[in-house]
């Protein structure tokens, strides 16, 4: 009688034990195949746009389409670009502003200039995510900015000019995009860390525009060659100063006394390096802005991160403000490696 | 050859002869119907996107600071004349408000100084034009270099002075202080100041092109300049005039495009000529002068910009716009042609 009753116990306990393990494994079941709902979630209906103006610059084409279509491909979302094809501010703000409305899943601004704020704040108020990707807009609302440091490109280009000038007094000059968040945060990178490397080396404070014109930056450059002889040194903060540069110092036959440096290292800066006129173009790893750019959008509407349980309601972003996506510095040592052909 | 047209008198009839004729002296109809079908079917087709606060409210600022410019550029094209130099005055008016602020300049007193500088040179290139006999075409080219060249040097003194002298209020060409930007950011009901300026300034040249006797001389002397001399008109004056008016309307639109944006730039403005003479010309303003409507230049304009949106909302690759801007163009000189060899008789 009492050999049945404890087997009887055992056996309701076996069956217990059973059900609570049969729950918890489907629990656990349940639980992956939730996982596995999110990870198949159709997504193909979303889209994230990147705002630009001047957007058909090869530069674009062969570096940020690439990153965008890539990303699209890997997440299954669309990529679409909006902006006016030339310079031209007021399109650019209409472009994003009356984007608004349609309402996509998240934004990547390219901050062309301060002015972009309003327009950046416009769409954060209507909901839309909005980030800036490649120039930043500090002043906006932006949820993140993805891009280069600006300021260690400055520094990067005075550390690559700064053994040409060792032991000598002269000027460096500058230009870019004196509108620009980036170019004023290059200045002074590059002002600050050459004070420094070469304390002899007179940084003009003032940055001449290069108007995103090679051939506006060789006849700017070349004017200040030919005004001013103690000019040893020139840095350029936006794609066309490059060549630019190095036309200019071929043209006032200062190779080899004029050195320069500048930023991105596309065919046509590469060339320079090789024509002796540019000693370090600082390429930024343009895939990035907007693999990552749409990234960060993407996690940022799909977030499984929440740090307090209300970080929504207390306006806790579940994303990094800043990504800094680097540099690669090609000097004439390593141009060999960066041979387009 | 020039096609005399007999108007059809028989009342009741309906032909499109008729409408073809109502369409040629009143050219402002066909910018006009193209909005009300732009804006009907935008309605129907996407009215979550189109019939927003966002989309009107940005599509009318858009239009509102172009606006000014497209009043100067009629009144000249009206007077047989051509500016090219208003992109370059928006340019340099933008810059030097700017830079005279950042120097220490009171708003206000800033505003006047740019204005008045620009309707001065504005006035030297008329008396160019009207007393010396230069071509507009040319003059303004040169003006309009010039007024670049003032504007790049302006800058790059101001960003200087800026750098060199940072103020303690933060403000600079890049941060401008708000009790200027104000001017232009401000809302109501929704819409940003500048949009009820342009109204204010429409309805004021609308008004005075149709009814004031003085400016329907511009009319006169785009027909005939020779005529209108003759019959007692001081050609040489008015035209001067057109010239001043126009330097000052592109200069105010310059003030208002920094005040907008918050920050100076020498990319503002560059080319705003192009879709000026294009907003004119669809209006139904001719290029042989004497003939269009302000408020069919008004029209012509907005439909430019609708087509911007439109073509934004349906989502057109951006490299297609000045295709279809290009065409649009063309259009309308081609009708602009073919509307001029009808004379309506009767």
């Given amino acids: ?341 | 050859m020039e096609q005399t047209i007999k108007k059809n008198k028989t009342k009741g009839t309906f032909s499109p002869g008729k409408v073809i004729d109502l369409v040629a002296q009143k050219r402002w109809l066909i910018p006009l119907t193209l909005i009300v079908v732009y804006v009907i079917a935008f309605a129907v087709l996407y009215p979550s996107v189109f019939l927003t606060k966002y989309n009107l409210a940005s599509l009318l600022l858009e239009f509102s600071i172009p606006a000014f410019v497209i009043i100067g550029m009629a009144i000249q094209l009206i007077n047989g004349e051509i500016d090219l130099s208003v992109g370059y005055v928006v340019m340099f008016s933008n810059v030097c408000v700017a830079c005279l602020i950042v120097l220490g300049v009171p708003v206000w007193g800033a505003i006047a100084i740019t204005v008045l500088f620009c309707a001065l040179i504005g006035w030297l290139v008329g008396v160019l034009v009207a007393g010396v006999g230069v071509n507009s075409f040319i003059a303004t080219l040169g003006s309009g270099m010039a007024f670049y060249g003032l504007g790049l040097m302006v800058f790059d003194y101001g960003y200087k002075y800026g750098t060199n002298n940072p103020n303690p209020n933060g403000l600079d060409l890049l941060h401008l202080p708000d009790s200027f930007k104000n001017i232009a950011q401000l809302q109501i009901g929704g819409f940003q100041l500048p949009v009820y300026y342009a109204l204010a300034v429409i309805a004021v040249f609308v008004v005075l092109m149709s009814k004031s006797k003085y400016f329907k001389q511009y009319y006169y002397i785009g027909m005939n300049k020779e005529a209108a001399e003759l019959s007692g008109i001081r050609v040489k004056r008015t035209k001067i005039a057109a010239f001043v008016i126009s330097a000052t309307l592109s200069s105010l639109a310059g003030v208002l495009l920094v005040a907008r944006m918050g920050s100076g730039a020498t990319t503002l403005g560059v080319g705003m000529e192009l879709k000026a003479i294009t907003a004119v010309v669809i209006g139904g303003v001719s290029f042989k002068g004497g003939r269009g409507t302000m408020i069919g230049a008004v029209f012509g304009g907005l439909f430019v910009y609708c087509v911007n949106n439109a073509l934004r909302i349906t989502n057109a690759p951006s490299n297609l716009y000045k295709v279809i801007e290009g065409l649009i163009l063309l259009c309308a000189v081609i009708l602009d042609a073919q509307f001029s060899k009808r004379k309506i008789v009767g």
């Avoid at chain 1, 769409?123 to 900015?145: H, K, N, W, Y």
């Fill in chain 1, 1 to 341: 009688m009492k050999r049945q009753k404890v087997m009887k116990w055992l056996a309701l306990a076996m069956a217990g034990a059973m059900t609570l393990g049969g729950c918890g494994e489907a629990k656990a079941k349940n639980s992956s195949s939730e996982g596995a709902e999110t990870k198949t979630e159709d997504v193909s209906d979303e889209v994230y746009v990147w705002a630009c103006q001047h957007n058909s610059l090869p530069l674009f084409v062969n570096n940020d389409y690439i990153g965008m279509d890539l990303i699209a491909e890997q997440l299954g979302v669309t990529v679409k670009k909006i902006g006016p094809q030339e310079i031209d501010l007021p399109a650019f703000v209409a472009a994003i502003e009356q984007e608004i409305p349609q309402k996509p899943d998240g934004m990547m601004v390219v901050g062309w200039d301060a002015s972009l704020a309003t327009a950046i704040d416009k769409a954060m108020e209507a909901g839309i995510p909005t980030i800036t990707v490649d120039a930043d807009v500090p002043d906006s609302q932006r949820l993140c900015f993805v891009g280069s440091n600006w300021y260690d490109q400055g520094v990067e280009q005075a550390k690559a000019i700064a053994p040409y000038l060792e032991g000598k007094k002269g000027k460096a000059v500058m230009i870019g995009l004196p509108g620009a968040n980036n170019t004023v945060e290059a200045a002074n990178g590059y002002t600050e860390t050459l004070a420094k490397l070469a304390p002899d080396i007179e940084v003009v404070t003032q940055v001449y525009d290069a108007q995103s014109n090679a051939q506006v930056v060789a006849e700017t450059v070349g004017n200040l060659l030919k005004s001013d002889s103690s000019i040893l040194a020139v840095a350029g903060f936006e794609s066309a100063c490059g060549p630019g540069i190095s036309q200019a110092i071929k043209e006032a036959d200062m190779v080899g006394k004029v050195y320069g440096t500048c930023v991105d290292a596309e065919a046509e800066h590469i060339q320079c390096i090789k024509d002796g006129t540019i000693v370090a173009a600082c390429g930024q790893k343009r895939h990035f802005f907007t693999y990552y750019g749409v990234r960060m959008l993407y996690d940022y509407k799909h977030n499984n991160i929440d740090f307090t349980g209300h970080d929504a309601e207390i306006g806790i972003s579940p994303i990094p403000t800043e990504v800094s996506t680097g540099f690669i510095v090609v000097t004439p040592d390593n141009v060999k490696y960066f041979d387009q052909e």
